[in-house]
């Protein structure tokens, strides 16, 4: 297994350092659905199709009475979730109403992760391999510049 990915060019005006570099970008393959999970769950232990999916509809049921009452919600080798908010800001805090200052709210996800040589190491990722994607026009080099090939 390995992580599909393919050159693009930064277009950033603003940032000359960065305008017309190329970076590697992931490729997304395909979408596993909680079905697809189950299903692949199923095959590893004992446990039956249906009940994994109602472990994972319970887990998600408890991820977001737990957010909504406050908590951060730790899940051991995978990460944690909290909530954020988005508000508008006041100059005198007498004025700050949730009514009219609180924007949004949004999930905020930190994946679990290890420091090994001073580098921060996913344990998802960890010996994660990549792929160049096939079929695409791979950037050549010409004077220096790199641009797509024809």
């Known amino acids: 297994m390995a992580v599909t990915y ?80 988005k508000s508008k800001s006041v100059a005198v805090v007498k004025d700050f109403s949730a009514q009219k200052n609180i924007l949004s709210a949004h999930v905020i996800f930190h994946p679990v992760y290890t420091i090994s040589n001073k580098k921060y190491i996913d344990p998802l990722l960890d010996g994660c391999k990549y792929q160049e994607m096939k079929g695409y026009a791979k950037p050549v080099k010409k004077g220096g510049t790199a641009t797509p090939a024809a």
């Open 6 to 85: 393919k050159l693009c060019q930064a277009q950033n005006k603003k940032i000359p350092a960065v305008d017309g570099r190329w970076y590697a970008r992931p490729i997304i393959v395909g979408v596993l659905n909680t079905d697809d999970l189950a299903s692949h769950i199923q095959k590893r232990c004992t446990v039956t199709l249906p009940d994994i999916l109602a472990v994972i509809s319970a887990l998600v049921d408890e991820i977001r009475n737990g957010l909504l009452d406050g908590h951060c919600i730790k899940i051991d080798r995978l990460g944690s979730f909290r909530v954020g908010i």
